[in-house]
């Protein structure tokens, strides 16, 4: 790669870097996660299997929640509009796949 073919990534704000930092942090937790699931589904390593305590889940699922609310929020989105639109759009195509087909 030279100059002109490495790509330019740069954060002009603060709030692009807090944006960039909580998306980091998203992926974190979502690999947290699916640790615990690999855990539960016995998919894990003897090691990890040993130190997992089943409990743990709730909490990774509360951080995966929380975290990507903090990055909603920073990032401008109402989550209550979007998750709200979502849901509607989710059910509007759930009941045009329940309707019978017309030839
Ligand atoms: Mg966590």
Redesign the pocket.
Known sequence: MNERTSPQYRLYSQKEKEILTKTVKLS??VG??CNDILAILKLQRRAKLEKFDKRNIY??FA??II?AMQLAITAGVDVERAVGDKIKKIEERSSKERQPKQK
Do not use: A
């Open positions: 974190e937790e947290e996660l909490e990774e951080d995966v975290t």
